[in-house]
């Protein structure tokens, strides 16, 4: 290129030499350099001609021919061209491959732009959700999914969790959304089937719900039995005696087990009942008083300190998950041990807070203590009776309150387990929600 310009200025200054001494000998200076100059623009005009028009022609054919600067200008665009279009054939092939997967994909994926308008989607996608390719895009994906949970869950912009919807067009299936955000707020949203999975956890609940109801009944007859044959304990060998009160205390803890799974099933399966004002002052009396009973010899300190607050609510079920917790405190303290049970509101909600200076949890163990079955220390359970069911009671009474369970402890200090639930809960009159 450089050699090109070089060559250029020298032609131009040779032809002006030559304008100047054609010029000089016929005494017409002026005219031949003017001239010399308009052929050699005109030259150019040319080049730029021809340059215009084979770049409008969209550079499909050969670049036109020419010599010095011009042709090697023709020459680089060509080659530019070249590897632009070398380029754009390879993005084509990558772009064609990733669409082909995505189509391949069982899962819907679609992708949506910062204004929440659809932009592109697989194929899966129309089958999951009904889009039609050439109507739906550009519309807001909240007009094509109609689902009051799905617009909610779209525009609250957290997605850590998925979100699981009966179909827009199926209702006996079951679909679970993912969200990514990515760009500037655009939205990439994975959808897929998962009825499969809904009718096997289905199956699993029933399974548990039927197999405990089932087993309840010969369990109460073996218990009564037992109990019958304790009353005459007396009159048997010490050694049976022995046998039939472990006999009988294993059954106990047989019924329950059932009778903490019967509460997790229904708590799982069946609709909140009817919730009315619960009165948690009287509530907590109760259970503090029973578990001062509980705690027997123990002799802890239990202590209740509790606002005139009420709550919308199921009062068994509310009754049986802060008793889970209260108890819990009683059976995971030593003696004489500090118990606060403590009900209170703010701007917040209502909270309920249980807390011990017992034997402490190790903080590997939280996030787990809710799974059903789950034991922070599986030593510390054969005296206690415990069906290690409780929390997962607590955790699921909780959901269907809107509210959640706040544990935190230090191993060998203390536990301290918070209940909070909305304001929205708080009675203000007599007020009755259907769940
Ligand atoms: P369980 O019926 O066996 O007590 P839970 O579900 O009520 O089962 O409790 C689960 C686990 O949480 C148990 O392993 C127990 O060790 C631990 N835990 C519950 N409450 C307390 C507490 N107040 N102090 C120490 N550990 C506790």
Known sequence: MKHDWRSAIRRLIFSLALAFVVGWLFNKLTLAIMLTLAVYLTWHLHQLYKLQQWLTSRGADEPPT????????FDDV?????RHQKSKNKLKAMLKRVQDSTSALKDGVLMVDSHGNL???NQAANALLGLQNSKDIGQPITNLVRNPDFKAYFEKAHYES????????NHDAVLQFHITLFGRKDRLIVCRDISHLHQLEAMRQDFVANASHELRTPLTVIS??????IEY???LPARWGRALTQMHEQSQRMQNLINDLLVLSRLETSNAPDQTQVNIPNLLSALVADAKSLSGDKQHNILLECEDVSLIGTDTELSSAFGNLIFNAVKYTPASGEINVKWWQDTTGLHLEVKDNGLGIDHKHIPRLTERFYRADPSRHSDT?????????????????????????VLGKGSCFTC??????????????NG
């Open 233 to 235: 304990k007396e009159t």
């Open 78 to 82: 060509y080659r530019l061209q070249h």
């Open 224 to 229: 009564g039995y037992l109990e019958t044959f």
């Open 420 to 433: 909070h639930f909305p304001a929205s809960r708080k009675v203000t009159n007599a007020k009755v929600i």
């Open 66 to 73: 020419s010599h010095g600067l011009w042709g090697s200008i």
């Open 119 to 121: 932009e592109w989607w």
């Open 385 to 409: 009776g415990g069906t290690g069911l409780g929390l997962a009671i607590v955790k699921h009474t909780l959901l269907r309150h809107d509210g959640h369970l706040h544990i935190s402890s």
């Open 162 to 169: 998925p979100l699981e919807m009966a179909s827009p067009i």
